[in-house]
């Protein structure tokens, strides 16, 4: 089993930034990559970045040069970041960290976090 507990969520206004963080522990050496997706109201869950241990990373063409993800390296590779920049009216969800391991085919999940950007 893998556990996986967020940080960093809060409010900010469209324009601004913020950084979460993603933090793993269990079984981590099954960990294949990592990511995060995001709910909003309404609205089914989406892929919002993921990274795998060979460094290769796939965005979501909403957040393309936007938001960045990146992994501790110097932590065996079980936190994972979000710097989100620019943020919009329309990043508004609950963001949840997400980790795959693919010899299992299971994913585990986080409990999320809101991020709520106003105008």
């Known amino acids: 089993q893998v556990q996986l507990v967020e940080s960093g969520g809060g409010l900010v206004q469209a324009g601004g930034s913020l950084r979460l963080s993603c933090a793993a522990s269990?079984?981590?050496?099954?960990?294949?990559?990592m990511g995060w997706y995001r709910q909003a109201p309404g609205k089914q869950r989406e892929l919002v970045a993921t990274e795998d241990n060979g460094g290769n990373t796939n965005y979501a063409d909403s957040v393309k040069g936007r938001f960045t993800i990146s992994r501790d390296n110097a932590n065996a590779k079980n936190t994972v970041y979000l710097q989100m920049n620019s943020l919009k009216l329309e990043d508004t969800a609950v963001y949840y960290c997400?980790?795959?391991?693919?010899?299992?085919?299971?994913?585990?999940w986080g409990k999320g976090t809101l991020v709520t950007v106003s105008s």
């Open positions: 997400n980790a795959e391991n693919w010899r299992v085919g299971t994913n585990y």
């Open positions: 269990g079984s981590i050496f099954g960990i294949n990559a």
